[in-house]
T-cell receptor, first 110, second 113 residues
Framework: DTAVSQTPKYLVTQMGNDKSIKCEQNLGHDTMYWYKQDSKKFLKIMFSYNNKELIINETVPNRFSPKSPDKAHLNLHINSLELGDSAVYFC?????????FGPGTRLTVL | DQQVKQNSPSLSVQEGRISILNCDYTNSMFDYFLWYKKYPAEGPTFLISISSIKDKNEDGRFTVFLNKSAKHLSLHIVPSQPGDSAVYFCAARPIFGNEKLTFGTGTRLTIIP
């Protein structure tokens, strides 16, 4: 009975490819987020959506495009993948001050 | 420029003793603080939080202390148990406005049986 789920859990791909990561939450939360944890284990916000509307867009290359088809889903599409995109990507959701995280997607770009 | 810092990358504590994890912040706009626990290959799990109107919040074995003047918070776990072995992240945000969490780099806690 997963609250915030992500697919896939692992993703290995070649440089230059386009890939998507999906996120779904069944908590009824209004706000969803994407975070990136880099090789130094630093967790940093990328995007935030509230009721399908983009509210936070940190300094992220425009190769990254979030898409929220509805309040329960926030997908992340990455074009022209680069080696430096290798990281663990976490989806999260919130209603109020606390954020709840998914299990993460480990992306490896070769 | 790291606005939330956890200066101890690792900490080892004997089972049954107290574990104290520290966190410092620089942004005076932060007024809500959270601790997350993370096991390998899992997402961070919310543990406990505190707002700047309080200086202490307790939940079972976990207590968070906030010293606003020093811009410092700490998480106390007592007694420490083997299942507490994980990476602990401190995070901060303003209560109103920008909802993003700013995280520290984490402290790996190992409980020695």
């Amino acid at each position: 009975d997963t609250a915030v789920s992500q697919t896939p859990k692992y993703l290995v791909t070649q440089m230059g490819n386009d890939k998507s990561i999906k996120c779904e939450q069944n908590l009824g939360h209004d706000t969803m987020y994407w975070y990136k944890q880099d090789s130094k284990k630093f967790l940093k916000i990328m995007f935030s959506y509230n009721n399908k509307e983009l509210i936070i867009n940190e300094t992220v290359p425009n190769r990254f495009s979030p898409k929220s088809p509805d309040k329960a889903h926030l997908n992340l599409h990455i074009n022209s993948l680069e080696l430096g995109d290798s990281a663990v990507y976490f989806c999260a959701s919130s209603r109020g001050l606390k954020q709840f995280f998914g299990p993460g997607t480990r992306l490896t770009v070769l | 420029d790291q606005q939330v810092k956890q200066n101890s990358p690792s900490l080892s504590v004997q089972e049954g003793r107290i574990s104290i994890l520290n966190c410092d912040y620089t942004n005076s706009m932060f007024d809500y603080f959270l601790w997350y626990k993370k096991y390998p290959a899992e997402g961070p799990t919310f543990l406990i939080s505190i707002s700047s109107i309080k200086d202490k919040n307790e939940d079972g074995r976990f207590t968070v202390f906030l010293n606003k003047s020093a811009k410092h918070l700490s998480l106390h776990i007592v007694p420490s148990q083997p299942g507490d072995s994980a990476v602990y992240f401190c995070a901060a945000r303003p209560i109103f406005g920008n909802e993003k969490l700013t995280f520290g780099t984490g402290t790996r806690l190992t409980i020695i049986p």
